[in-house]
């Protein structure tokens, strides 16, 4: 019983939270988040800190494919250095909007791994 209050609770503080940070955002434009904190008597901890809290609760919530992915790629040696501004000759993407362009210098090695990424990302 205990722990269903506990539970309870949270989730009315978080929907407080989740609440304020609402009302911050709808502030006037051009107004900071400082000023706003200080004309609501809040302290920037006291906001940023159920602002983390409420954004990982909804990236709990989102479904396992749409969660952001981030892929280390491997640093390759430059093979030159460009002295003329390029211009990218292709651009790739994937349908989670992730997207790069690649210029004509590109090693095979680099547009390998970018393939390779862009294919476990989906």
Not at 38 to 66: H, S
Request: charged share 25%; with cysteine; net charge negative.
């Amino acid at each position: 019983m205990a722990e269903q209050t506990s539970l309870v609770a949270q989730q009315v503080r978080l929907m407080h939270w989740a609440e304020q940070i609402r009302e911050c955002q709808n502030r006037p434009e051009g107004m900071d988040v400082s000023t706003w904190c200080e004309q609501n008597n809040i302290t920037k901890a006291n906001y940023y800190y159920p602002l983390k809290r409420v954004r990982q609760m909804y990236l709990d919530q989102l479904p396992e494919a749409e969660k952001p992915a981030f892929v280390e790629l491997p640093r390759l040696k430059a093979e030159r250095t460009a002295t003329v501004l390029e211009v990218p000759v292709m651009c790739i993407k994937n349908g989670n909007g992730l997207s790069a362009d690649i210029f004509s210098s590109v090693s095979p090695q680099l547009l390998r791994c970018l393939v390779e990424a862009f294919s476990h990302v989906e």
